[in-house]
């Protein structure tokens, strides 16, 4: 499923640097800290696990260990989708970047209501985590723990981060309503609807999966454990919802007639100019 998700997000990667060279104009209305996000996504995994991409010694890819896994040659085949999806993701970021001096202001908004958005939300992931940690220790009902031992508190912000990637729209959705009518469809269908569906299989395939096999001692639930994770199973049809949402939001602002709201000011302008030349 990681393989196969990554590589998808390549392909429509591939066909948003396409959309953004083809529409020049549309790199101004491109929404820099959406990119980042989605780079940033990308990047953590390659550096977590840098050592099984770039490994040298060739005999650890044909090494079986005891549970009948070749985990080097695991490892290399996870991360290689991820590298190339990383690298045009920067490519996606250099384009947007160029056309950040039209809108500067407008992504400035942006990030003066994410940054401290995530900020919070990572606040009260750390509180979270502080409170099942202390229920955990007296054995409480809202002990959690990953298989027997207490979750870290990097495990929860790693949950926490996978949720900012859940709604990777949201700064893309703010920079549009910050454009106003000069808007354009800078954001191409099959980016911001297949990045959705891709976020949102998961979340889908632990809901399925919880209906369908039977819990065991080490569970190996994607991102929302009813049990292990930060977020509970009924945060999968919450975060699915949302994350709709915002991809019908931003389908509904790159649909809809952009111009109607400049037409007062272009009759103000006519009407002006009337004026003069009847004077």
Known sequence: MIVASTTLSCVFTILQILHTKRNPDVAPA???????????????????????????????????????????????????????????QLRLLQLAWSGRRASAMSERTVLWICLPLYALGGVLAAVVHVIKARAS?????????????????????????????????????????????????????????GGTVLRLMPHVYDVVRAQIYKPSMRSSDLYASPREDLFGGAWDAVIACGAALLALLLFLQQRLPRTASSLPSQRRRSAGYEMVSNI
């Open 30 to 88: 491109t929404s820099v800290t959406m990119i980042a996000v989605l780079t940033m996504g990308y990047l953590a995994p390659l550096v977590l696990n840098s050592e099984a991409l770039f490994a040298s010694r060739r005999s650890q890819y044909y090494e079986m260990h005891s549970t009948g896994r070749w985990p080097e040659m695991k490892e290399v085949m996870m991360r290689a989708p991820t590298l190339i999806a990383f690298l045009l």
């Open 137 to 193: 220790v007296r054995g409480g009902p809202l002990a959690m723990n990953m298989g027997r031992w207490p979750a870290m508190v990097w495990q929860d912000l790693v949950s926490y981060a996978g949720l900012i990637l859940d709604g990777f729209l949201l700064p893309q959705v703010i920079l549009n309503a910050s454009l106003g009518a000069s808007r354009a469809r800078a954001i191409s269908p099959w980016f911001y609807m």
